[in-house]
Structure formats: C-alpha cells, structure tokens
C-alpha cells in the first residue's frame, strides 16, 4: 500500500508492536493468577481456558511481526514482571478479584481494538481480521470474567479502575517505546 498525500496513514507497526505487548502481558497476567489459585478452582480452570487463547493471540502478533520485521516493545521485560506480579497479586486476594482482574483488562482491550478497527478501514484486511477475531475472545473473557463473580472482589470499582488506568498507560508505552 502506497502512501497518498491526503489520506490517513496508519501506523500498522505501532498496532503490532502494542497488541504483541498486551498480548505477551496478558499471558504473564494468566501466568501469574494460575500459579497461586488452587489447581481445581473454577477459576483457576475458566483462567487456563483464556490464556491458552490469549497465547494463541500472542502466536499470532509474533508471526506477524517478524514477516513485517517489526521490532517488540524494549519494554517488554517491565511487562512480563508487572504482568506476573499483577496476575499473582489479583489471585491472592481471592478468586473475584483475579476475575476483576481480567474484566478490567478486558475491557480496556475492547475499547482498544475497536480504536483500532476503526483506524484501519480497509487499509489491512489481514491484521483487521485478527484484530476482529481476538476482540470477540476477549469480550468473551470479560463476559467469563463477570459471570464469575468479578464485582464481587474486594474493592471491585477500585481495583478495576486502578487496573484500567494501568492498561492505558502501558498501551500508551508500548505503541513507540
């Protein structure tokens, strides 16, 4: 696709760069709740359903970055700490609160995959596709999420809201660092 004075660039390798990111951090996050949640917990089990999924999203960004040679976040090892910590921390403070955990993040992916879908138009029929697809699972893992006791968790507005936050800052991040 060739650039015409005019139109919308969009910037397909910060959106890589970005869903690769919070894919990976997803992936730490799951990683996280899973080894401090009792193995036959609901929660624990519903958990290793979405991050089997979120590693295939992951899979994917990966395959799609090195045939367009982008590079990952630098920050990425900051991700894989913060996403293990915040993923252990939500778990020990009881089922609910992982499940808050995940409704937050959830929700905060929605709205940027939809920015994204919107961006995107027609301009890159293959990654909108994966982009689509990826956003109906994660939707799917916020509605697991709710149906799970997510508003149940102590201090649900704040621990969602302080989750959210932490979303779009690392969103933010991860597009050009």
């Not at 009881?94 to 959830?106: F, I, L, R, Y």
């Not at 982009?131 to 109906?136: G, T």
Request: proline fraction near 5%.
């Amino acid at each position: 696709m060739s650039w015409v004075p005019g139109e919308r660039k969009v910037d397909t390798i910060s959106m890589l760069r970005v869903n690769q990111a919070g894919e990976y951090g997803a992936t730490r996050i799951y990683a996280g709740q899973l080894a401090v949640l009792p193995r036959n917990s609901p929660a624990a089990h519903q958990i290793a359903r979405m991050a089997s999924q979120e590693q295939r999203h992951l899979d994917r960004f990966n395959a799609l970055m090195a045939e367009r040679r982008v590079r990952p976040t630098v920050l990425q090892p900051i991700w894989d700490v913060a996403g293990f910590a915040l993923g252990a921390a939500t778990a020990l403070l009881g089922e609910h609160a992982a499940m808050a955990c995940t409704e937050a993040v959830e929700t905060e992916i929605d709205l940027h995959y939809g920015e994204q879908l919107d961006q995107l138009a027609d301009s890159d029929p293959e990654l909108a596709a994966d982009i689509a697809e990826f956003r109906a699972e994660e939707l799917e893992h916020r509605d697991t999420a709710r149906e799970h006791g997510a508003q149940q968790a102590p201090g649900y507005p704040v621990l969602t809201a302080a989750i959210r936050a932490g979303c779009r800052v690392a969103i933010a991040l991860s597009k050009r660092i």
